[in-house]
């Protein structure tokens, strides 16, 4: 069959069952799917198949299910030879700026920056230079105490290591800096990391950030790079973000993810990941649970 309408539970909190497998068909049916096949299990509880034939459309509106993600793909080229992954609020929980800022008393300013910068509100250049010039005078040192907050997004290493077993290129690309970058490359096991890169002097911020920033045209430019580099086209990757500045790279990808995205991602993204964990982008590949290199998170 030509598509697959992937259902999704948090393998925190299974929720997936024959009863709601029974009505997704149901609800192909009644959107003119001339044929559904029988649902294959990728995990018990967790992920299911359920191949059809019929119009590819968004199934946000008539299949919602409470705790479930469903998403179309479809069948053909499932499996993405090139993973490029945003950073802060996908890969990792915090936003980093927003936890330096803390040292100063401004994580509720700069939070409220960042904020409306992910939400497609202000240019993302200009927020970032504004929240960076904010931390104007911090310490160096207080990076590395930065870096011990670091909450890793579950599934993200298992992710990684899976998508590397079968050949696929693993590239992480933030609008962060490059000082967080490496140590999230190193911890999940990213082949290569692009971000903004903090001036200083060796003792303290200098307010600033080098030049060009990385937003979203260069995150753009990372995924067609990187697919030519590795001679794919960009319908081999799979990419996933959560906010605006991601928007270009989702939308190029062969499978651009949205991961517990903005409103302003999700409205336009059709694949989009509320409930399942990052694990949830090996699904939507089908990969099974068995396929699984699995890995703690750091």
Known sequence: MRNVLVLISSPAHPALNDGAISAAADVLRARGATAVGTPDWLAPEIACDLPFDGPIEDPGDGIAMTAIDVVVVPA????????????????????????????????ERIAGITARAMNGEIDFTGALAERVGLLKGLPVARLDEAAKRIRFMPGGATLVATMKKHGAHCALVS???TYFTALVKQAL????????????????????????????????????????EH????????????????????????????FHAKPVVAAQVP?????????????????RRSDFVERNDP
């Open 231 to 258: 001679s794919l086209s960009t319908a081999d990757a799979i990419s996933v973000g959560d906010g605006a500045n991601d928007l270009p790279m989702l939308k190029q990808a062969g499978l651009g993810v949205a």
């Open 175 to 177: 609008g962060g800096f």
């Open 189 to 228: 096991g990213f082949d290569r990391e692009s971000a903004n890169v903090l001036e200083h002097d060796g003792r303290v911020l200098a307010g600033t950030a080098a030049r060009p920033i990385l937003g979203k045209e260069a995150k753009l430019a990372t995924l067609q790079h990187l697919a030519a």
């Open 76 to 107: 053909a080229g499932r499996r993405k030879k090139l993973l490029v992954a945003d950073m802060e609020s996908t890969m990792i929980e915090n936003e980093m700026l927003d936890e330096l800022a803390d040292f100063l008393g401004l994580r």
């Open 271 to 287: 694949a989009r990941i509320d409930h399942g964990d990052l694990t949830a982008l090996l699904y939507l590949q089908g990969y």
